[in-house]
């Protein structure tokens, strides 16, 4: 049962050049988090954004929620070939679970 | 430097074969938990565990089948049962007892596993 849906699904931008991903989501949450995996690694948690938040950054990163539209923004601020990754949103489904979305695949060319 | 550790890194089997995949952590996380992620498909949960000699389905059991007899280590098995066994297999852990989904998820670095 998916509850986050990421998009777009691929993104490919220039170094230094900004990169926005959004998820939207089915159901009510307490929190939505995002993670970031290199390829062939495991997940690396990024931000988690409580439902009451509106709002947080950490370094490059922001990330933006909006409950009435059930949806979230992350925005990778200067990028650089490092970012290269997959992003992920992850939510609490309706059976109580942690859920992931499918994806957005981040090319960010030197 | 505490983390999860899962081995081997790549895993291939021949149809037929139970094969189990370890997970371990020393960040003294009680919950720990296994995804399946497919190419497209995003990482689906196969089952967790909040504390030791316990563990619940998630949304793909079956065919699968873990343990939980220390807190450090949460085997996967793979057993013949499950018809498409062939992904990346990532094990993670959290901190907290209970299941509240507010603690952030620690990844492994994952098994690629193929069966032929």
């Known amino acids: 049962s998916q509850q986050g849906e990421e998009d777009p699904q691929a993104l490919s931008i220039q170094e230094g050049e900004n990169a926005t991903m959004n998820c939207s989501y089915k159901t009510s949450i307490n929190n939505l988090q995002w993670y970031r995996q290199n390829s062939g690694r495991g997940l690396v948690h990024l931000i988690l954004?409580?439902?009451?938040?509106r709002e947080k950054h950490s370094g490059r990163l922001r990330v933006t929620l909006d409950t009435s539209k059930k949806s979230s923004s992350l925005l990778i601020t200067a990028s650089r070939a490092a970012d290269t990754a997959s992003y992920f949103c992850?939510?609490?489904?309706?059976?109580?679970?942690?859920?992931f979305g499918q994806g957005t695949e981040l090319s960010v060319k030197p | 430097d505490g983390g999860i550790t899962q081995s081997p890194k790549y895993l291939f089997r021949k149809e037929g074969q139970n094969v189990t995949l370890s997970c371990e952590q020393n960040l003294n996380h009680d919950a720990m938990y296994w995804y399946r992620q497919d190419p497209g498909q995003g990482l689906r949960l196969i089952y967790y565990?909040?504390?030791?000699?316990?563990?619940q389905k998630g949304d793909i059991a079956e065919g699968y089948s873990v343990s939980r007899e220390k807190k450090e280590s949460f085997p996967l098995t793979v057993t013949s049962a499950q018809k498409n066994p062939t992904a990346f297999y990532l094990c993670?852990?959290?901190?907290?007892?209970?299941?509240?989904?507010?603690?952030?998820?620690?990844f492994g670095n994952g098994t690629r596993l193929t069966v032929t």
């Open positions: 992850a939510t609490v489904n309706q059976g109580g679970k942690l859920i």
């Open positions: 954004i409580r439902s009451n938040e």
């Open positions: 565990s909040q504390i030791v000699n316990d563990f």
């Open positions: 993670a852990s959290s901190m907290g007892r209970r299941l509240n989904w507010n603690s952030p998820l620690h």
